[in-house]
DNA sequence: CTGTCTTATGTAAACCTTTCCCCTCAGTTC
DNA sequence: GAACTGAGGGGAAAGGTTTACATAAGACAG
């Protein structure tokens, strides 16, 4: 493959200046900086990304540590940030993270042995100790899903206990009393920071949310499914459930369907986050609006304006409340239909 | 941050022993060995990923170009190669081509930029010429989903032609005869072979497929949902619906369902991929299943093969053939209960 | 015509690794 | 004891680019 030095013979110019011609440098006379183009054109060449980075000490590629490409959450989270990096010409280095601690920790690694000094990274595995001494290390370091302290205005995250308080108050007003929980067996902030909210609104109206009523089950659609069947099983009754996440709530909406419970009729439904799923399941649901691609494109662009050195309002933190979307999964018991 | 320099430096040798301890080289001494690596752990040191690619002119990246992440069949794509890279230690450089021309060629460029020396393309807006161009220049080149005779041995791909066969083949099995098409309004190969296939089989029985059967809209649940309301508009009368994917199906679906049309009683319908969305909608989808992670990581395994050097039995092909997966949405009308 | 600016261009160092080739030294072999 | 062997290790070039600094040529004022 042709390099700056094999244009430089052909045009019979200096290293120098046909590396300002490509940077779109100043000081080149327009007779010559024509002339380098159309030899570089010639002659197909294309400036070596990894020589480039080495001697600037600058990746112009913006690194990507999600949990599991899969989960269609996480493929919108993706895709936010696609969309950033394809209008800053910047490449993406993408690693899948697993939640695991190793896979977090490899992932970070690699994109730093890349010398990548932007990156958005979505860790649930690792400590708050570990991320901020990444942060230091990595100036353009930001956080999404998740609110460290130390590194607050480097962190894009959404308000799950404001959230849980939303699905509960929701349910509330719509004249339900007797809840349950279909939760995530996974113990990381999101389902504990969800669930104290729920708890913190119920108790507001004096209802109390015994454990039996608590369901913790993968969450996906298997999950929803299983933990619902739990629940069916253990013969408590309810009128409302409240679901981690839009998987989980589809799984326990089968579920019941399969025993010939209607929704929203006999139960009302809520999910969260709001992902394609949750337009497409019959009755559609209600559930809390997760503003994901906003957030990944917000953090992003934070990500690259830190790594430029940029000093982003510092006073201004990225916190992001999740909204209702009111479908057909809830229904109104005063008023006695779905809203 | 530290550099191989510093090792050497603080260890007391020499550059080149110190890449000889992080390369597992022959020719260094046990004491030595250890006493660099410890020298490595406690500077933190990481070894610069570009300087590497540099010198040996090898990447250690894998370049994947997709059309569009939040698409699940392309995040199941971007799953099975990830877990390729994972288990070969190989960082994914990631891009979205959009299915447009100046996005694929670009993100091809950017690849290509970072010496990137394999990679995995899904591409339909290219033409033949420029991707057989470019697996000229790249070792590793793969192209997944799509079939180029001249570049046959690197070509992961899916048999649509036969898989629009078996849609028509089961149900005219279950005994149907008036069917609807719902089709992509993106002319590209995926949606001409799978209609042709639709049409070879219905031929066979003395069926015709009339262009007014058949909907060409986008390839999403909102795409299927249009296409079935014009159809439905046009006043035909059908009993089976063959969708171009499973998000037209199901959107298709969504809306007999809303014009209180029984699936499947009094219309069967039949969707393509199986991906998860199959699974979640009521009732669930009769398919035909894609086995796209198998095939993105047999395309990376490829790419990673070629890329170093290795030439897989070139006697080989690597089409593959979707299998039918019967579920709720389809009935038989002979018998009069859903297969 | 000399001196001073500008503008266009060239030179060379630096970025961090890998690797080829050379050197040293201790142990073997005859 | 000379010649050889092999292991451990070092020196230096190379890989492609950017950029600080140097240089050359012309323009222009005095």
């Known amino acids: 493959m042709a390099t700056i ?21 100043p000081k080149v006379g327009d ?19 990894n020589a480039r980075a080495l001697v600037t000490r600058k990746s112009a590629s913006l690194g990507v540590v999600i949990a599991e490409l899969l989960d269609p959450f996480f493929a919108t989270l993706a895709h936010g ?36 000094e932007a990156m958005v ?40 206990v404001a959230g849980g308080q939303t699905m509960a108050r929701h349910m509330l007003s719509q004249g339900h009393k007797k809840f349950v929980v279909v939760s995530s067996k996974y113990q990381i902030d999101d389902p ?5 909210g729920i708890r913190k609104e119920l108790a507001l109206s004096d209802i109390e949310l015994p454990e039996s009523h608590i369901e913790f089950s ?28 839009d998987a989980m709530a589809s799984g326990a909406m089968t579920l019941l369907q399969d ?16 992902v394609l799923l949750a337009k497409y399941c019959r009755p559609k649901l209600t559930t809390l609006h997760y ?16 790594a430029r050195g940029d000093v982003p309002d510092p006073s201004v933190t990225y916190k992001y409340t999740p909204t209702l979307v009111k479908r057909d999964s809830v229904m109104n018991r005063h008023a006695g239909q779905s809203t």
């Open 218 to 245: 993968t969450p996906d659609q298997e999950g929803g499914e299983i933990a619902m069947r739990n629940l069916l099983a253990r013969g408590i009754e309810f009128t409302a459930v409240l679901a981690y996440n």
């Open 81 to 116: 940030i696609d969309a950033v990096a394809r209008r800053q010409n910047v490449q993406i280095l993408m690693s899948a993270g697993s939640i695991e601690k190793q896979t977090e920790l490899k992932a970070i690694d690699t994109l730093l042995q890349h010398r990548c």
């Open 259 to 274: 025993h010939d419970v209607n929704v929203p009729t006999d139960v009302s439904i809520i999910g969260y986050d709001d």
């Open 5 to 25: 030095k094999d244009i430089a013979d052909v045009a019979g110019v200096s290293l120098a200046t046909v590396s300002r011609v490509i940077n779109n440098g």
């Open 291 to 306: 503003p994901v691609e906003m957030m990944a494109t917000k953090a992003a662009d934070l990500a690259l304006a830190y």
């Open 192 to 196: 504990i920071q969800r669930l104290s």
């Open 121 to 160: 990274v979505h860790s649930k595995a690792l400590d708050d100790k570990t991320l901020v001494e990444f942060a230091a290390q990595v100036p353009g370091f930001v956080l999404i899903n998740r609110y460290i302290e130390d590194i607050g205005h480097r962190c894009v995250w959404l308000d799950n």
């Open 31 to 49: 007779a010559t900086r024509e002339r380098v183009k159309k030899v570089m054109e010639e002659l197909g060449y294309r400036p070596n990304a």
